[in-house]
């Protein structure tokens, strides 16, 4: 998986997969996967993804691309990529 480390924190690539039946992790060898319960209709899904990551990572996350795609970058404030690959892996049961 692609991470991206800058001076404000790591920027995540990642593949939604909106209207599934729960929300879901899942570590392809490119890039996350992420399953969402919401319906693309008027920003739910970037809520949803927003509310989940700042819950999963104890930090800022704001979107940065992607608004209207399925590909998305979101940038997860004041942390290191180790530690993203590390709560990645653990929420995603890859370790």
């Given at each position: 998986?692609?991470?991206?480390?800058?001076?404000?924190?790591?920027?995540?690539?990642?593949?939604?997969?909106?209207?599934?039946?729960?929300?879901?992790?899942?570590?392809?060898?490119?890039?996350?996967?992420?399953?969402?319960?919401?319906?693309?209709?008027?920003?739910?899904?970037?809520?949803?993804?927003?509310?989940?990551?700042?819950?999963?990572?104890?930090?800022?996350?704001?979107?940065?691309s992607g608004f209207t795609?399925?590909?998305?970058?979101?940038?997860?404030?004041?942390?290191?990529?180790?530690e993203v690959n590390r709560?990645?892996?653990?929420?995603?049961?890859?370790?």
């Open positions: 998986m692609k991470l991206q480390e800058t001076s404000q924190g790591v920027i995540l690539d990642v593949h939604v997969k909106p209207s599934s039946k729960e929300f879901r992790l899942e570590l392809d060898e490119d890039e996350l996967v992420v399953s969402c319960r919401e319906a693309p209709v008027k920003g739910k899904v970037n809520k949803e993804l927003l509310k989940q990551f700042s819950r999963l990572f104890g930090h800022n996350v704001e979107l940065v795609s399925r590909q998305k970058k979101f940038l997860v404030s004041d942390i290191k990529a180790e709560i990645l892996a653990s929420a995603s049961g890859t370790q």
